[in-house]
């Protein structure tokens, strides 16, 4: 491939991520105010380069169904292939990214908040809060030879169908209680063969919180760490963990990230938005943008159509 058709490529396949606030927190946009479900269906091109999107975590359940090619998502420190005809339902508040693949791929995503489920405090207690604290692992593969595999994908795909349907919530709510119900059954028969490190967990989190929040600042490993309140060795091994970077590649993978965005939608010179996101000089800036994406970010800016008079 020419440097002409990488650029192309690259800017052709620059997906919008989701809304994710300067702490990872996802701000979900429900399709109607006040029911918190989204439903879609999304067709993703090989070796997409999810522009904006960044680890990170939301109180509501995710379901992921892959109903063609094979793609990887990662939960926590976990990798998690999926094949054509397998899901996975990702708990409340963990760690987790779509991570890019070499074919195409399409997938149905289902999110809602747990309160959707709490018709009362009963079942609240009973049948929701257990599930989401202790009785669900990080995440759970679905299939259709589980039993109520089927009940879940089913109801994932019908869910997609009623997005775009008028007064559609008394359905919808029908087959996410039908949904649960066999989510429920599976938690209680399957065996957790690993639990949830809590302590470690929220240390990820306000770590990587430090680093979206002052990506343009400078950060060393020493201010990594002291947030987290661990050591050296525990943050580097702990980072290579949950995002197959050390501390210092994994900022330096959401500055060029965010500079993308800068680059696309902005006319700030090359310079600009080198400081903007936090490199101390354009050269390392431009360096480090064509190691990581095989391109400088002036072709990047380019091939998006973005024409400034001067950049330096």
Not at 169 to 174: F, L, V
Not at 249 to 266: A, D, G, H, I
Request: overall charge negative; some cysteine.
């Amino acid at each position: 491939m020419d440097n002409v058709q990488l650029v192309n490529k690259i800017c052709d396949e620059v997906i919008n991520g989701p809304d994710i606030d300067e702490r990872g927190l996802e701000r979900m946009h429900y399709d109607i105010s006040g029911y918190k479900l989204f439903a879609r269906r999304n067709h993703i091109q090989a070796n997409a380069v999810f522009n904006g999107m960044k680890i990170h975590w939301h109180d509501e359940i995710e379901i992921i169904y892959v109903r063609s090619g094979h793609m990887k998502y990662r939960v926590n420190e976990h990798i998690v292939p999926l094949n054509k005809g397998e899901g996975i339902i990702v708990n409340s508040r963990q760690l987790h990214i779509m991570q890019s693949c070499d074919v195409d791929y399409e997938v149905d995503c289902v999110i809602f908040h747990p309160e959707m489920l709490c018709a009362s405090e009963h079942i609240k207690k009973r049948y929701v809060e257990p599930v989401i604290n202790t009785k669900m692992p990080e995440y759970m593969l679905v299939d259709q030879s589980l039993s109520g595999g089927r009940t879940v994908i089913d109801g994932i795909g019908k869910l997609v169908e009623l997005a775009y349907v008028k007064d559609m919530e008394m359905e919808a709510q029908a087959l996410l209680f039908s949904m649960w119900h066999a989510i429920y059954n599976m938690c209680c028969h399957q065996v957790v063969q690993e639990t949830v490190d809590y302590d470690e967990l929220q240390s990820m989190r306000t770590m990587l919180e430090y680093i979206y929040m002052h990506y343009a600042d400078r950060i060393t490993i020493a201010d990594i760490c002291k947030v987290g309140q661990i050591g050296k060795s525990v943050c580097t091994k702990m980072f290579t963990d949950y995002t197959n970077y050390s501390p210092i590649e994994f900022v330096r993978q959401f500055r060029v990230s965010k500079s993308m965005e800068l680059l696309k939608n902005t006319s700030l010179s090359i310079t600009e938005i080198a400081y903007e996101v936090g490199f101390n000089n354009a050269s390392f800036y431009t360096e480090t943008f064509k190691k990581l994406r095989g391109i400088t970010p002036k072709e990047f800016r380019k091939s998006c159509g973005v024409n400034c008079d001067m950049e330096g």
